[in-house]
């Protein structure tokens, strides 16, 4: 799960809001579905209840099958000034989430009589949903050819207390867009590597603190919007990661010297021809006619062992930035600002997610640990750099 | 507008501490203000649970199917229970085991390897009293059941505390082993009413001990132990 907020410069109307989405929802295609079990695979279907605005609760992005679960694969929150969508990440990425929320704001000013556009991202709900939006882009993308065994090594990963029962501490911080791209500026970097690397950074000298037997590599996953490089307007996952890595066993790094792998690594993934091989490599296995002919459950128990035997292993974390986020110009003047989260990962216990709207830049970890020592690192090291840097948290 | 004056970072009204480093906001001059509405609400959203009593049935139910037509066919070709009470007690101790995980909230594996064994010792006594042996069970099946529940138990709370890792975990298994076969041994001996000896046991409690000293020593030698580890990495 992830979540995308909107924080409004007024109480949110959650009447108005359900009307919104009532409207907004047959424009979205899939994501007016629930999840059905297949024999070989699960598939789409359409959802024939109500979709509802639940309120929201201080451990967001839990797992879809709650107590008031209508069976969509989503939610639409609302608390106070904040409106939330959190989404399962197989029905779509960060840019899915982001256009539903923008869609069913513009809905929601329509509602409260301001006239809205249908420009900057926003979908017209007068229109039918296109095919393009429900397009499995990675099958268009798939290149046999270019399939490459890609070698990932075995990474950090944070230490700390365990929060018990579907708690998830979440701190964001808030700073300046202009602030951060100065200093972004001043290593030549952008603002995403930046970020990355003042995070990679923390997280080096974190490992180095705990004395550790063996030093592991500090790999730090970023996702990619693939839609940028492949010319697609689906509104499914379309996305792809790129891991940045710095070797700690080759000696002392500087800050410097991290940004500087940091920002030569994303520059050498971010190619068309080295995200079609990324992006094949798992398609391939989709292809792939004995995986296709496997029962669901033992894909299932299949997938899930080789998740925990890989999937996480090779990072040490996540840093996604949803980038520069506009809107008409009718709702701009309503909110104040976006919030990007990512729900509890597995094994990696912390996360954190990006984005920015005006010149508010908005830094959210979620962490499944009781300690914050990561995020104490981070926001000190930004503070130390003359970064203004508000909290909110909903830790006690 | 508050500050953390440890870490530096401006913090949102609401915020009673620091979340980054705990320390309180505390303004001597400021009187008390009325409380600040928070960005995060109260309410914790809980998952759904399972229908614990809803897998109970429907295993019963299931379970319930072969002991039904057992018993059947064995009324109509004997007239009375013979050779079903089997297929009875075998279907109950797989009940048992099977229906173990959804009767306890938590999974509490003290509680459970209990439940189970007492399952299995209760299925096997119905067997023992329609097929009567020479107390086959009480003498033979209860002690070693209740032996292994028991060691199993000190070896996983050992394991659970860090007082024992990987090679330790083998090295107490061996040496569990070895504690158990004289006392076996003489339990075979007075149901076959044979001379109480130690005799077999011996030659299966010498390489026990020794593997476990073996284990013990390579436990010990971190070198060995690193070596050892580099060539049979996978």
């Known amino acids: ?396 | 507008m508050s500050y953390c004056v440890n870490c530096g970072v401006e913090l949102e009204a609401a915020q009673k501490s620091c979340p980054l480093c705990g320390v309180a906001v505390i303004n001597p001059s400021e009187k008390q203000q009325p409380e600040e509405k928070t960005t995060y609400p109260k309410h914790r959203d809980e998952l759904k649970k399972t229908d614990r009593m809803f897998w109970i049935k429907l295993i019963s139910i299931l379970l319930a199917v072969p002991i039904i037509t057992c018993v059947i066919t064995n009324l109509l070709s004997d007239q009375r229970i013979t050779w079903s009470i089997y297929v009875i007690a075998g279907v109950f101790i797989l009940w048992v085991l099977a229906s173990a995980p959804f009767y306890f909230k938590k999974f509490n594996y003290v509680k459970m390897l209990l439940f189970d064994v007492a399952g299995l010792i209760i299925g096997l006594f119905v067997i023992e009293i329609y097929a009567p042996g020479n107390g086959w069970v009480l003498l033979i099946v209860v002690p070693i059941v209740l032996y292994c529940i028991l060691a199993g138990l000190v070896i996983i709370f050992l394991a659970k505390s860090g007082y024992i890792r990987r090679l330790g975990v083998a090295a107490a298994i061996f040496i569990s082993i070895a504690i158990m076969l004289p006392g076996l041994e003489v339990l075979i001996d007075i149901y076959n009413l044979n001379p109480i000896q130690i005799a077999w046991s011996w030659f299966v409690i010498a390489p026990c001990l020794s593997v476990a000293a073996l284990l013990i020593l390579l436990n010990k030698n971190k070198r060995f132990k690193h070596e050892l580890q580099k060539r049979l990495h996978f």
Not at chain 1, 9 to 33: I, W, Y
Not at chain 1, 43 to 55: H, M, R, S
Not at chain 1, 334 to 350: E, N, T, V, W, Y
């Open chain 1, 1 to 396: 799960m992830f979540r995308v907020s909107a924080k409004l410069n007024e109480t949110v109307d959650k009447a108005l809001l359900q009307k919104a989405l009532d409207m907004t929802l047959p424009r979205m295609g899939l994501f007016s579905c629930h999840l059905r079990t297949g024999l070989f695979w699960y598939y789409f279907e359409k959802n024939k209840k109500q979709a509802k605005v639940k309120d929201d609760a201080i451990n967001p992005c839990i797992r879809l099958y709650t107590k008031d679960s209508d069976g969509y694969l989503f939610r639409i929150r609302a608390h106070e000034k904040l409106v939330s969508i959190e989404v399962f990440h197989s029905v779509t990425d960060g840019y899915g989430g982001l256009t539903f929320l923008k869609t069913l704001l513009a809905q929601y000013f329509t509602l409260k009589g301001e006239d809205v556009p249908a420009t900057n991202g926003v979908l017209d709900c007068s229109e039918e949903p296109k095919s393009e939006e429900t397009e499995d882009s990675f099958q268009r993308v798939y290149n046999s050819k270019s399939v490459r065994a890609w070698k990932e090594n075995r990474a950090y990963h944070v230490n700390g207390t365990e929060e018990s029962g579907h708690v998830l501490n979440i701190i964001t911080g808030i700073g300046s867009v202009q602030e951060l791209k100065a200093q972004a500026k001043k290593h030549r970097v952008s603002i995403t590597e930046y970020i990355v690397g003042v995070y990679m950074y923390c997280l080096y000298n974190i490992q180095l603190s705990e004395h550790p037997r063996k030093i592991l590599p500090i790999s730090v996953s970023v996702p990619v919007n693939l839609r940028a490089y492949f010319d697609s307007k689906t509104l499914r996952n379309f996305s792809s990661y790129i891991n940045p890595e710095i070797d700690a066993n080759l000696g002392e790094y500087t800050f410097e010297e991290i940004l500087y792998v940091v920002h030569h690594d994303m520059r050498r993934g971010l190619t068309k021809k080295a995200l079609t091989s990324k992006v094949s490599k798992n398609v391939k296995a989709e292809k792939n006619i004995l995986i296709r002919m496997l029962p669901l459950f033992l894909k299932n128990f299949f997938i899930s062992f080789v998740y925990s035997l890989a999937g996480e292993k090779r990072m040490s974390s996540v840093v996604t930035n949803l980038g520069i986020i506009d809107v008409p110009e009718q709702m701009a003047s309503h909110i104040d600002r976006f919030d990007f989260m990512l729900g509890a990962p597995r094994h990696k216990k912390i996360g954190c997610a990006v984005c920015s709207f005006g010149d508010k830049l908005s830094i959210c970890f979620s962490s499944t640990l009781e300690e914050a020592h990561v995020e104490k690192a981070f926001f000190t090291f930004l503070v130390k750099k003359g970064v203004h840097v508000k909290l909110e948290s909903n830790r006690e």
